[in-house]
């Protein structure tokens, strides 16, 4: 089945740490997304991107570097430079992008700090 | 700036029951609006979406409907079961610039 694919499902950071997420897609989709979402909160936007070896800066980019040197895949690090890391990360996938297509997604990362 | 703001924050309705989420964007310019629903530990799954260039659509038990002038659009769901409950986000996006996110409805269905 197609689909996208988060790992770890959790994640412990100590301070000072960079850590780096991982996501995987198989449906052939070209835009990808990395979210964060907080209690209470909605989805807010970490990068996009809608090509390979191309990436965008959402909202809340500070702290964090991506990667999309494969069509399937696109990492996210988040560095010692982001100061409140705990959230639970989702990424996502839309056959174009960016933003006016169904987006589908993984089912997250819940990264604390030590 | 841009927001998106979702009401209510908690619903609670009785099985069988309809459900009525409701949503208010800012920018005029936003032409897609898509309603995710999340379970719990899981990630968002569109339910339904509707663009700018129609009123309302209907996907069995759940439809959404869109007032462009008033900048609302609401999630209707209707004879409501259990597996219902869940956390609804809607959310207005413009393409080539943005989407923003309401910050969630927890819907409860109650036996």
């Known amino acids: 089945d197609g689909g996208i694919t988060q790992s770890p499902k959790y994640l412990f950071r100590k301070e000072g740490q960079n850590v780096t997420l991982s996501c995987e897609q198989n449906l052939n989709h070209d835009a990808m997304y990395w979210y964060r979402q907080d209690p209470g909160q909605g989805l807010r936007l970490i990068y996009y991107?809608?090509?390979?070896?191309?990436?965008q800066k959402g909202d809340i980019a500070e702290g964090y570097s991506v990667s999309r040197e494969k069509k399937e895949s696109f990492p996210l690090t988040v560095t010692s430079a982001q100061k409140n890391p705990t959230a639970f990360y989702l990424c996502?996938?839309?056959?174009?992008?960016?933003?006016?297509?169904?987006?589908?997604f993984g089912d997250g990362t819940r990264l604390s700090i030590l | 700036g841009e927001n998106v703001e979702q009401h209510p924050s908690t619903l609670s309705v009785q099985e069988g029951d309809s459900a009525v989420i409701k949503c208010t964007y800012s920018d005029s310019a936003s032409n897609y609006f898509p309603w995710y629903k999340q379970e719990l530990g899981k990630g968002p799954q569109l339910i339904i979406d509707i663009r700018s260039n129609v009123g309302e659509k209907k996907d069995q038990r759940i439809a959404v409907t869109l007032n462009k002038t008033a900048k609302h659009f609401s999630l209707h769901i209707t004879e409501t079961q259990p597996e219902d409950s869940a956390v609804y986000f809607c959310a207005a996006s413009i393409r080539d610039d943005k989407i923003i996110f309401g910050k969630g409805t927890r819907l409860h269905i109650l036996p």
């Open positions: 996502a996938s839309s056959i174009e992008g960016p933003f006016n297509q169904p987006q589908h």
């Open positions: 991107s809608q090509i390979v070896n191309d990436f």
